[in-house]
Nanobody
Framework: QVQLVESGGGLVQAGGSLRLSCAASERTFSNYPMGWFRQAPGKEREIVVLISRSGGITYYADSVKGRFTISRDDAKNTLYLQMNSLKPEDTAVYYC????????????????????WGQGTQVTVSS
């Protein structure tokens, strides 16, 4: 059983920055596809950014390209999401997720592809 714990959310003004962290209770992140997702009130959960098992392939939603950056510290079992130039439309609960079943070195784009999810961290961007 893997537990993922997100942190780093909060209230920030438009144009500001936040860095989210996702720490795993056990196992190593290396060789597992992972991703950041978000869900705004009244909307479906959506992809923010995905990373392949090797870390060599990433996919960013168009809405965050050039502003958000995913990174991973395997030694610390922690996944990060650096968010810059935040906009009010970025307001949502942000979740990290990991796929631990057999995987190829590619991006997995369906939410059902992921096996474990964190509890989420709220990000609120004021205008």
């Amino acid at each position: 059983q893997v537990q993922l714990v997100e942190s780093g959310g909060g209230l920030v003004q438009a144009g500001g920055s936040l860095r989210l962290s996702c720490a795993a209770s056990e196992r190593t992140f290396s060789n597992y596809p992972m991703g950041w997702f978000r869900q705004a009130p009244g909307k479906e959960r959506e992809i923010v950014v995905l990373i392949s098992r090797s870390g060599g392939i990433t996919y960013y939603a168009d809405s965050v390209k050039g502003r958000f950056t995913i990174s991973r510290d395997d030694a610390k079992n922690t996944l990060y999401l650096q968010m810059n130039s935040l906009k009010p439309e970025d307001t949502a609960v942000y979740y990290c997720a990991v796929r631990i079943r057999k995987s190829f070195d590619r991006i997995y784009v369906d939410l059902s592809d992921y096996d474990y999810w964190g509890q989420g961290t709220q990000v609120t961007v004021s205008s």
